[in-house]
């Protein structure tokens, strides 16, 4: 007997009893599905917050000063710290930022929040941000801590009901004091280091929660502004960018050589260099083990799916017991009918991986919308569904595939004679 034959065989049983078929696969179904959701789910995760990252400066080094040292009387890094640091031959961007939340109000919107991003005039080039309308401020406006500043487009049509507002002014509350800034460009690129106003919408709705987005904006302003408003001199740390990223490392070693030297600083008590793309390896790392943890778990109900195939195979060979015997009395060979049993368990098994991963990938695209991130398919995940499923067929297939081959035909036909 050929494979296709086999596989007719096989497909006949199983329509001959529909529901059976279909709870035997059910935990088959049930286990591929989890552990390609998880998968997938982990992995479109894993993307998202590592794109997310890196646009936010995952590429760079970030060199920050412990201020509490006993030893040193250090209170943090001033501009003439900064200009040493970017006398570093490898260093092509130094950028000290600070993120908070904040009031803001307009004269259209009298109550809203605010990210607000305060930098300096190098973030745009670094970050490779767009100006649609207006410009970015410039070194003068740095050093002389002018109240200017930048806003999104979503910010510019909420709180202005205009895509070019510049020239307008808005009003932050910040330290429990209301500074005037003066709009001097507007884009589309300025907007929350992690997540847009457009993502945080979806996942609000994703989970049935109301939220008026209309009254949150993204501001970006000097950041010796800000600095003046909290009576702020020194930075506690800034973030050092090379042209290649696996000069990272040696820029920032040097950076805290010198200043060492500048501070007379004798050990690594004081100033210390990160680098970035080290903790995005690491969250990479520590994502995929959880991912590849919370898989194993779910993969336990493949396990009992098998256990359930097994179980009905056995059935199966004992409803069939005269059928085994009529084919071996007419000359059917040990594996042929160990094959014809097999082939059974491993179409059940099969069909049910690809209901499953049918369903992983549907669950795992439905997360993705609420999460507001592109799904990431894996090939490589759809190959372990399918052949794990098929080893769970075999596996738990061959033992009774092995009891109907053993069967004596004369003992088979006097059991149902």
Request: proline share 1%.
């Given at each position: 007997m050929n494979v296709k034959e086999n596989i007719k065989i096989a497909l006949s049983a199983i329509r001959a009893n529909k529901m059976r078929s279909f709870l035997t696969m059910l935990g088959i179904i049930i286990g591929v599905g989890s552990v390609i959701a998880i998968m997938t789910i982990g992995t479109t995760g894993k993307d998202f917050l590592i794109q997310k990252i890196n646009e936010a400066g995952g590429q760079s080094v970030y060199i920050s000063v412990d201020s509490s040292s006993e030893r040193y009387t250090i209170d943090g890094l001033t501009e003439d710290d900064l200009d040493l640091i970017?006398?570093?031959?490898?260093?092509?961007?130094?950028?000290?930022?600070?993120?908070?939340?904040?009031?803001?109000?307009?004269?259209?919107?009298?109550?809203?929040?605010?990210?607000?991003?305060?930098?300096?005039?190098?973030?745009?080039?670094?970050?490779?941000?767009?100006?649609?309308?207006?410009?970015?401020?410039?070194?003068?406006?740095?050093?002389?801590?002018?109240?200017?500043?930048?806003?999104?487009?979503?910010?510019?049509?909420?709180?202005?009901?205009?895509?070019?507002p510049v020239g307008q002014t808005?009003?932050?509350?910040?330290?429990?004091?209301?500074?005037?800034?003066?709009?001097?460009?507007?884009?589309?690129?300025?907007?929350s280091s992690f997540f847009s106003v457009d993502d945080m919408q979806e996942m609000m709705d994703g989970f049935g929660m109301e939220f008026d987005f209309s009254k949150i904006g993204y501001v970006y302003m000097p950041v010796t502004t800000q600095m003046e408003v909290?009576?702020?001199?020194?930075?506690?740390?800034?973030?050092?960018?090379t042209e290649d990223v696996n000069d990272l490392d040696r820029a920032g070693a040097e950076a805290v050589s010198m200043l060492n030297a500048r501070h007379g600083v004798l050990d690594?008590?004081?100033?210390?260099?990160?680098?970035?793309?080290?903790?995005?390896?690491?969250?990479?790392?520590?994502?995929?083990?959880?991912?590849?943890?919370?898989?194993?778990?779910?993969?336990?109900?493949?396990?009992?799916?098998?256990?359930?195939?097994?179980?009905?195979?056995?059935?199966?060979?004992?409803?069939?017991?005269?059928?085994?015997?009529?084919?071996?009395?007419?000359?059917?060979?040990?594996?042929?009918?160990?094959f014809q049993f097999l082939t059974e368990s491993i179409i059940i098994c099969v069909i049910g991986g690809l209901i499953g991963m049918a369903l992983g990938f549907g669950l795992s695209f439905a997360v993705s919308v609420l999460m507001g991130a592109p799904v990431s398919f894996k090939v490589s995940t759809i190959l372990i569904s399918v052949g794990f499923s098929s080893l769970i067929g075999i596996f738990f297939g061959i033992y009774p595939a092995r009891k109907a081959a053993k069967m004596p035909p004369i003992e088979a036909l006097r059991q149902t004679g």
């Open positions: 970017r006398s570093v031959d490898l260093v092509s961007y130094v950028l000290p930022e600070s993120d908070e939340m904040a009031g803001l109000s307009t004269k259209f919107i009298p109550e809203g929040i605010c990210s607000v991003t305060a930098v300096t005039e190098d973030y745009q080039k670094a970050m490779g941000i767009k100006v649609d309308y207006g410009r970015w401020f410039n070194k003068d406006e740095v050093k002389a801590h002018a109240k200017v500043c930048l806003i999104s487009e979503y910010t510019a049509k909420n709180f202005f009901h205009s895509q070019n808005i009003d932050l509350k910040m330290n429990d004091q209301l500074i005037s800034l003066k709009i001097i460009g507007i884009s589309t690129d300025v907007e909290y009576g702020q001199t020194t930075y506690q740390g800034v973030s050092v960018i690594d008590s004081v100033y210390k260099a990160t680098n970035m793309a080290t903790l995005v390896d690491l969250l990479d790392t520590v994502i995929n083990v959880f991912t590849i943890f919370i898989s194993s778990v779910g993969a336990i109900s493949l396990i009992v799916g098998g256990v359930g195939v097994m179980n009905i195979m056995l059935v199966s060979v004992t409803e069939r017991t005269r059928e085994i015997g009529i084919r071996k009395a007419l000359g059917a060979r040990t594996n042929v009918i160990l």
